[in-house]
């Protein structure tokens, strides 16, 4: 069973930087395709980012030129670069790897991001 950890949430100010790792503690990190979601109080777990099998990566409309997913499949980690932080990104952060065959999802356990104005 693939474990995730993700580590690097914390308090910034608006304005800021922060850069969240998902690592696992097995598989192989470029065959699966890997989500950043985002959950606010009150609200569903939304996708903000996402590093598909061939490395193209999608985001969602609200963080675009401002978060960058990447993915080092030697160290079998994703990474989200967050960059000029907005209260409104304030939330719990979690990873996601979706593997085809067997169709199967992990989580990692979330890692809270604090943005003040």
């Known amino acids: 069973q693939m474990q995730l950890v993700e580590s690097g949430g914390g308090l910034v100010q608006a304005g800021g930087s922060v850069r969240l790792s998902c690592t696992a503690s097995?598989?192989?990190?470029?065959?699966?395709?890997i989500g950043w979601y985002r959950q606010r109080p009150g609200n569903e777990r939304d996708l903000v980012a996402q590093?598909?099998?061939?490395?193209?990566?999608d985001y969602a409309d609200s963080v675009k030129g401002r978060f960058t997913i990447s993915r080092d499949s030697a160290k079998n980690t994703v990474y989200l670069q967050m960059d000029n932080l907005k209260p409104e990104d304030t939330a719990v952060y979690y990873c996601?790897?979706?593997?085809?065959?067997?169709?199967?999802?992990?989580w990692g356990q979330g890692t809270q991001v604090t943005v003040s104005s």
């Open positions: 590093i598909l099998i061939n490395s193209q990566t």
């Open positions: 097995s598989g192989a990190f470029s065959r699966y395709r």
């Open positions: 996601k790897v979706e593997i085809m065959i067997p169709r199967t999802d992990y």
